[in-house]
């Protein structure tokens, strides 16, 4: 074991270095690879971040034309441009939109570009344009100075300068008369652009940033050779270097205090020890509750979690954030536990659980009972699903020995319009909607009457109900269930019709089961995707050969399901029906549906277009090479 002469010798050298480190100059320029080597302040680099107010990461010595990337706002953004107060950043959201020539564009949001404390930031190379939501009669005169669009899928009107050059008071009249029912909207634009009838040809996602630091920081680091920094309210102060004499001081000091250090390092780590500590992430998900106390279901001990688990001896499964356990509260009810063990930074999953669960009450949906919070240590208490998920009765379909996991077509059926009615509640019945964004068999859990519930809000999205589009950082879902649009934008927005999808692949796979599909077709062709194969049966009128299918009553039931499952698989969400009229197609007589047509990309592995992986569904859409 080291001696506590070693351990305070090391002690002291570390503190040294802290002291040397902590009080250098910051260097008068960086190097930042493609960038160039002059990179000044206000902009730094990540290895040295309170050298600036903008940290550019990415500016490797080995690594030159690696990618540069800075946080501003709390987004990423990739750096494609910088001068000496300028920066030009590309936002990959704001591309998407401009590529699909979306009229959400003149309505962007660009008001995460904020002042500070530090400095002040403003738009360059932008264009105003004007949005209008009632049409304008525009006189020749008028129209020899401004463009107008209405563009397809648009409520709006979009006027606009015919020129970027503008004298004062040349058109001031006009502007005017827009600003009285207009709202006037700044885009960036590309450089060195000229303005054409065609707003998206000149239009551009590289926004120019230019900042001008405040003059108390500017005289922090140009007159005192200081850092601008924030006190713990927010308040700016001047961190200023301090002398070489004042260093050899403070290091004297340190040396001469090695052993008191080491017992307040003892005593830090006694009290981290035995008091919890509050990180952010806690205290987030503390603020969260504090604010949605009417929200939240029963607060529980870690403890009585324990003990209700019996030590979580009992094991119900594993999930994408954690372990599921039996338990049994002090009352007796039987519970299942997850103790959540991979949370993302800020505590998403457990809030989204909490937020999502408890404004809903409907029979398809499970019940959250309570949580427990207790520094890292995160649990949530559900109602106890007797029958587990559906996942395990779909693997053992076409296995004759486990016949009391098989599921009846009267069991599927009662699923389907089951969940479906339990998305139509989420969609459509609370206050908010809510998308749940995973939808998969391994989250639709069942009762002791078969009865189906929808759980695991991890992922969630909550949004007002008026909002039919929602925005997302990343894709959410599982692969082989997530719709298009969520991982690709180029095929939609993300919305309520991004779970009918999901609810579609989902219902096609408890139909068929995980196992591969045989036809009996030429030679070569072997497997075939399962959309494919059950919409080829259903059109020529073939039978699905099924193993649940003993009647002709469970023959239309099944082919009621997976016609209307077929339709839910649409590639443009448009094309898909909204979970309530999933509902009432379930329940309507098999002779009024209408088979749909082949989603596009469906097609078999011989296809030219790509290939699909050995599972036809858990491989459906993201095994296709596009």
Known sequence: MISVQV????????????????YAKCPPSFYCGDLGNQIQFPFTTSDHPDCGLLAIHGCYEGDPGAKKTIKYSGKWFDVTELDLSTITIRDDHLHDLLLVKSCSVFTYDLSFITNSSFASYHLKNNFTMFVCNNRLNLNPAESSLYYNHRFDNCSQEIFYRKSLSYREGSDDYLVSRFLNSCTPVDLPIAKDAEVVDNP?????????????????????HNFYGGKCQADSKGRFYCAKEKSRKVRVIVAAAVSA??????????GFY?????????????I??????????????????????????????NKLGQGGFGSVYKGRLSDGTLVAVKVLTELNGDGEEFINEVSSISVTSHVNIVSLLGFSLEG?????IYEYMSSGSIDKY?????DPSKINLQLTCKAIYNIAIGVARGLEYLHRGCNTRILHLDIKPHNILLDDDFCPKISDFGLAKICPKKDSIVSLLGARGTAGYIAPEVFSRNFGGVSHKSDVYSYGMMMLEVVGGRKKMKMEVEEGSGEIFMPHWIHQCLKSKQELRLECIKNEEDREVISKIVIVSLWCIQIEPSNRPAMKKVVDMMEADLESLELPPLPVLSLPPSSSSGTVSESPISGSFHSISL
Do not use: M
């Not at 351990?7 to 902590?22: A, K, R, T």
């Not at 998206?200 to 005289?219: H, K, V």
């Not at 090695?258 to 003892?266: K, R, W, Y």
């Not at 890292?376 to 949530?380: F, G, I, N, T």
């Open 200 to 220: 998206f040809a000149f239009l551009s996602e590289n926004i120019t940033i230019g900042i001008q630091p405040s003059p108390a920081c500017d005289s922090c």
């Open 376 to 380: 890292s240590k995160r649990a949530l």
């Open 257 to 266: 205090t090695g052993v008191v250090g080491l017992l307040l390092l003892l």
């Open 284 to 313: 987030i998900i503390e603020q969260f509750l504090e604010e949605h106390g009417h929200l939240a279901a029963k607060r529980y001990s870690y403890l009585e979690i324990k003990k209700a688990t019996n030590s979580f001896k």
């Open 270 to 282: 006694l009290r981290r020890r035995f008091y919890s500590r509050q990180d952010q992430t806690h």
């Open 394 to 398: 779909i693997q053992n379909q076409a």
């Open 7 to 22: 351990f305070c010798s090391l002690l002291v050298s570390f503190l040294l270095h802290l002291v040397w480190v902590g």
